[in-house]
């Protein structure tokens, strides 16, 4: 057997942090994807998800879910951002153990806006605040932070996203981890779009060794503001997992009364 097999797999609570370093918001990019995107919502338009996604290895099988998502559009290129999580993780011959998760806040920022000749940049700091127990696993056990920076440029039926950032965390075990992603999307008609994206993470003290993963989904779109959120990937190279995120997508706010 390779060297690399022999090492010891991350611990339960890094496998929960390695699911919320993808965890993040947006219709064209975000959920159901890794990669995020630089669009905020409209101003005084809202967001709403109701999902559930996890992570499962060998050695554990971790699943956020029932969790909702919501965002608002407080101002002009800026938004508000909370998901409010129910936490479940198992490993072989043990039950589940499950409970409030930990809460997540953020506020996205567009700087740049698109033009034909140049993407739209924004960045989106999140904190997730520790309001999962980190005794039974079920959260990180001291609030941590994601600072990414997101940029997006389209070219008529098609998206790419990308960026990346860092993660802040200082809770026993963990360390600081950079992590970047790559989405590349097409709308198929009026009701689908589909997309397939690398997403990658550093190497952390436990595993040694970086990660890419291949994520592939879409969006099943029943109408104009409601949605079916759909992904599955599995790990590339580094560690050995698969993700998954399914979930429902409404969105709403004041009619436009600019439109001819």
Known sequence: MPELDNRPWPSRTQL?????????VG??????????????????????????????????????????????????NTQLHLVTPEANISTPGSGWTSGYGDTEIGVKYRFIEETDYRPEVGIFPMAELATGSGAR????????????????????????????????????GESNQGFAGLLVQRDLGKYLTLGTEIFEQPADPTFGRATQLANAGGYLKFTEKFNLLFSLGRSISGKRYTVWYLGLYWTGGPERTDKK
């Open 16 to 24: 929960v942090i390695l699911l919320l370093l993808g965890s993040a």
């Open 27 to 76: 219709l064209q990019a975000g959920p159901p994807f890794l990669t995020d995107d630089p669009d905020p919502v409209d101003l005084n338009h809202w967001e709403f998800y109701t999902f559930g996604q996890g992570e499962r290895t060998a050695e554990a099988n971790f699943i956020s879910g029932p969790a909702f998502e919501f965002n608002y559009g407080v101002a002009p």
């Open 137 to 172: 696993e079920l959260g990180n056990g001291k609030t941590w932070y994601r600072l990414p920076l997101w940029l997006q440029k389209s070219w008529g039926s098609w998206t790419i996203d990308g960026g990346g950032g860092v993660a802040l965390n200082s809770a026993p």
